[in-house]
């Protein structure tokens, strides 16, 4: 076996919330490595909102700042690959990767983010995250007053409609097949002129991923500028699973408050452990991350 460093943690995923565990415990002295492959879920986000002072940015803009930042500390290093296997070892962890190198470590920190798993809609994986959008908050200010969709039905196609109507009046829930609504909440959203149409989706229209139509099984079409949806998802990294993290009912590794999973010595930050998917979102997590891994570091060597 190709062994390495031992390091005090190891971070698997250096996107925003993997810099920011970094950059807490480089300031702390501690030894850590980042491994990263690159890819985070956001790469085909044109600009990222929200943030002060990153506010219309490019998702890759601000990830190459934070690394250049986070570089500077002498203590961090970075590992350009896939993280593909964990096991508990007698001084921590050890973590594979796919080209064969073993490192050590005390605490890990999983900063994988999670993966959308498209529904079978032609041309919509194409628009995910520049006119198919996950949060209004990142993202409806630049839709704003425009016509715009709700990909959704029962209970969150209702809720997700309220909320947008904040956005735009020119508002239609498509629940893509037989309306799960009740009685009460598709009056509502008819008092509150919001169309709700039934019709099953073929295809979103789109040009270099900015919606066009939304063109139905029937063969009718309907014009759109930006749609919103939850999409399904799974972890990104299955190894917390494998060295016995439990996740959430809702497909989420389970942390408490001080971040840390059910398996003692490991941690958990950003994307797979939140609904609340932000940028700055992200970064706040990484960094408590930070600051709690350190402080059990230095609680275990005052034990």
Do not use: H, P
């Given at each position: 076996m190709n062994y390495k460093k031992h390091f005090d943690t190891i971070i698997i995923g250096g996107s925003y919330s993997g810099l920011a565990a970094a950059m807490a415990l480089g300031r702390a002295l501690r030894k850590v490595l980042i491994i990263d492959n690159e890819e985070p879920c956001n790469r085909q986000t044109p600009h990222s909102h929200n943030?002060?002072?990153q506010d219309g940015k490019t998702p890759k803009e601000i990830s190459t700042l934070?690394?250049?930042q986070?570089?500077?500390?002498?203590?961090v290093e970075f590992f350009n690959g896939l993280a593909t296997g964990g096991r508990q070892s007698e001084n921590g962890f050890e973590i594979e990767t796919s080209s064969g190198e073993i490192f050590t470590a005390i605490k890990l920190i999983f900063a994988t983010g999670i993966k959308d798993i498209m529904p079978n809609?032609?041309?919509?994986?194409?628009c995910w995250g520049i006119s198919v959008l996950h949060c209004p908050y990142c993202h409806g200010y630049e839709v704003r007053n425009e016509t715009t969709g709700i990909l959704g039905n029962g209970e969150y196609g209702f809720e997700f409609s309220k909320l947008i109507s904040?956005?735009?009046k020119d508002?239609?829930?498509?629940?893509?097949?037989?309306?799960?609504l009740t009685g009460e909440q598709t009056a509502k959203l008819e008092r509150h002129r919001i169309t709700i149409v039934e019709k099953e989706i073929a295809e979103l229209e789109q040009i270099n991923g900015h919606l066009q139509n939304i063109i139905f099984k029937d063969g009718s079409k309907k014009i759109a500028k930006a749609i919103y949806t939850r999409l399904p998802f799974e972890q990104h990294c299955q190894i917390p699973e494998q060295l016995g993290c439990e996740l959430t009912e809702d497909g989420y590794i389970k942390i408490d408050d001080s971040y840390k999973t059910t398996v003692k010595g490991i941690y958990a930050s950003g994307d797979n452990i939140s609904r609340m998917r932000t940028v700055?979102?992200?970064?706040?997590?990484g960094t408590a991350?930070?600051?709690?891994?350190n402080k059990a570091l230095v609680e275990e060597h005052f034990s």
């Open positions: 943030f002060l002072t934070g690394k250049q986070v570089a500077l500390y002498y203590t809609i032609k041309g919509l994986s194409e904040n956005w735009t508002l239609t829930l498509f629940t893509n097949g037989k309306s799960t700055a979102n992200a970064v706040s997590m991350t930070g600051i709690m891994v």
